[in-house]
Structures are given as structure tokens and as C-alpha cells.
């Protein structure tokens, strides 16, 4: 009962186990999800616009703001940032065909990892009948970036002719030393 007899001693050891929890509230604690990967889930470089792909897909039906923040609708997907960054448009292959479209990828999620897209719907019931399906999926531009796009036709059929049209070329001519030019 020392410490009840001085107004002191009672400030001190409160401002002692005040400074205690303010440490300890502070302490970086471990987290699982920043623990090194285990080697089958070695980083993968993000696919080239114009990649065919074999994905898993699931479907979601909550939310009303998506990660890039727009609202939830048709034609949004949510997907790996790591693989396919938001702002990426993908086609979509499913063997359902009611599924098959292009989608833009504007979500994210937590269990959304590696080679899966996850489809907004908006019947919950209908993204439980979906489960989880293999699909094809087609990447048609990378992120945000406009040039990470695929090559359509018609640029891979004018490059291709632009790259044959080659002009044979000129031949020098060649300039006598009284004819040039003095410094």
C-alpha cells in the first residue's frame, strides 16, 4: 500500500502503464498473409494483351462499390491485381454460353487469387447455381494503359503489309572534295 499514500507515486505508475499500453497497442503484430508464399505459388508475370488463357470462374452477387469505384453491374469482373490489373478488358469463353461476353475488371476480392475470375450478377441465386466453372479467357488490354491492347485485324493486316512494302534504298551520292562545301 505504498503507492496509495502519494498523489505522486499514483501518477507516476499511471503514467507508467499508460506509456506500457501505448507500446504495446503500437507493436507491429505478424500477419499470414506476409509470410513468404510457398514455392507452388511463385509470382507470375501478368499475360500479354492478346493471351488466351485457361481460368477458373466463380460468380459474386454483393457489393455496391467496386475497388476501382464504380457501382456493382453487369459486365464487371473481379480478379488477381497481380495478374490482371484493374482496368483490364478480358473475353470471356465459358461452356455455358449464357456466361460468354467481354467483361471489364474492376473488383478485386479476397480470395480472389491467381488464375480466377470472379463475375458480378446480380441475382444471388443465379451466382450460386454458377459455381466454379473453367472458362477461356481472353485478355484484350492490360490495366488502364490503352496501348496494352491486343492488335486487331486490321492493325496486324496493315503492319504485316507495311513491313513487306520495303523501299530499296537510295544510293549515296557521292560528292567531289571540290564540290563540298568549306567549313
Request: glycine content about 6%; charged content about 20%.
Amino acid at each position: 500500500m505504498i503507492i496509495a499514500d502519494s498523489l505522486w507515486r499514483k501518477a507516476a505508475v499511471t503514467a507508467i502503464a499508460a506509456v506500457g499500453f501505448v507500446s504495446l497497442y503500437e507493436t507491429t503484430m505478424l500477419d499470414s498473409k506476409d509470410t513468404a508464399l510457398p514455392a507452388a505459388a511463385a509470382w507470375v508475370p501478368p499475360p500479354e494483351p492478346g493471351a488466351r488463357l485457361a481460368f477458373s470462374a466463380t460468380a459474386y452477387c454483393k457489393g455496391m462499390v467496386t475497388a476501382a469505384g464504380v457501382a456493382v453491374q453487369a459486365g464487371i469482373a473481379a480478379a488477381d491485381p497481380a495478374l490482371l490489373p484493374l482496368g483490364s478488358i478480358v473475353e470471356v469463353d465459358s461452356p455455358d454460353s449464357r456466361y460468354d461476353g467481354i467483361y471489364t475488371v474492376l473488383d478485386t476480392g479476397p480470395a480472389v487469387k491467381g488464375a480466377l475470375i470472379d463475375i458480378y450478377m446480380w441475382s444471388c441465386h443465379e451466382a450460386l447455381r454458377f459455381g466454379r466453372i473453367p472458362v477461356r479467357l481472353t485478355v484484350l488490354r492490360l490495366g488502364w494503359n490503352p496501348r496494352a491492347t491486343a492488335p486487331g485485324f486490321m492493325d496486324r493486316l496493315f503492319k504485316r503489309a507495311a513491313a513487306t512494302e520495303t523501299l530499296p534504298p537510295r544510293p549515296l551520292r557521292v560528292v567531289p572534295a571540290s564540290e563540298a562545301p568549306s567549313p
